[in-house]
T-cell receptor, first 113, second 110 residues
């Protein structure tokens, strides 16, 4: 059973606000990921990290930023939210060996008004 | 990036079998994953193939042909709870990231 948590689960916020989406895992996984998914659409990788102090941009350009100061914590920040940021944000981590399969958190559904 | 194609939707009857195909074009291949995602929920890992052949896990089986860039997920004895989106994802060599297809929405009817 994977233990990966995201808060908040739902967020409605006004344009121009700064927001941070939290993601934590208790499995000691080195690798963590942020995906963006619109309803009925595919997952797009926006950021990933293969260890502490290591972050990279994903395949989909995003105005968000991430940090990885601790192994278990991988927050995503939007400095100034816009309606185009409305989406579901999914955090994942992958095992340190074996299949390296990814485990997903429950997601944060963000609405920017 | 990787080109991953899956059918958009499939419908089947409870108790039947459904096969979801996935084709991919990738520069370097290091494994194919299938995930299940119920509406409004996070994806959950179903199966993994890296060598050619069939992997069976209860009612679910997954097949891979690397030379054809082709995989399928077979769902047997369909149940209503199997109604979900099924995502095909590919990992390329020397990396841990996954590229996901758009998913196939399976609807199981009584």
């Amino acid at each position: 059973e994977a233990d990966i948590y995201q808060t908040p689960r739902y967020l409605v916020i006004g344009t121009g606000k700064k927001i941070t989406l939290e993601c934590s895992q208790t499995m000691g996984h080195d690798k963590m990921y942020w995906y963006q998914q619109d309803p009925g659409m595919e997952l797009h990788l926006i950021h990933y990290s293969y260890g502490v102090n290591s972050t990279e941009k994903g395949d989909l350009s995003s105005e968000s930023t991430v940090s990885r100061i601790r192994t278990e914590h991988f927050p995503l920040t939007l400095e100034s939210a816009r309606p185009s940021h409305t989406s579901q944000y999914l955090c994942a981590s992958s095992a340190n060996g074996g299949l390296y399969e990814q485990y997903f958190g429950p997601g944060t559904r963000l609405t920017v008004t | 990036g990787q080109n991953i194609d899956q059918p958009t939707e499939m419908t089947a009857t409870e108790g039947a079998i459904v096969q979801i195909n996935c084709t991919y074009q990738t520069s370097g291949f290091n494994g194919l994953f299938w995930y299940q995602q119920h509406a409004g929920e996070a994806p959950t890992f179903l199966s993994y193939n890296v060598l050619d052949g069939l992997e069976e896990k209860g009612r679910f089986s997954s097949f891979l042909s690397r030379s054809k860039g082709y995989s399928y997920l077979l769902l047997k004895e369909l149940q209503m709870k199997d109604s979900a989106s099924y995502l095909c994802a590919v990992r390329v060599s020397n990396d841990y990231k996954l590229s996901f297809g758009a998913g196939t929405t399976v609807t199981v009817r009584a």
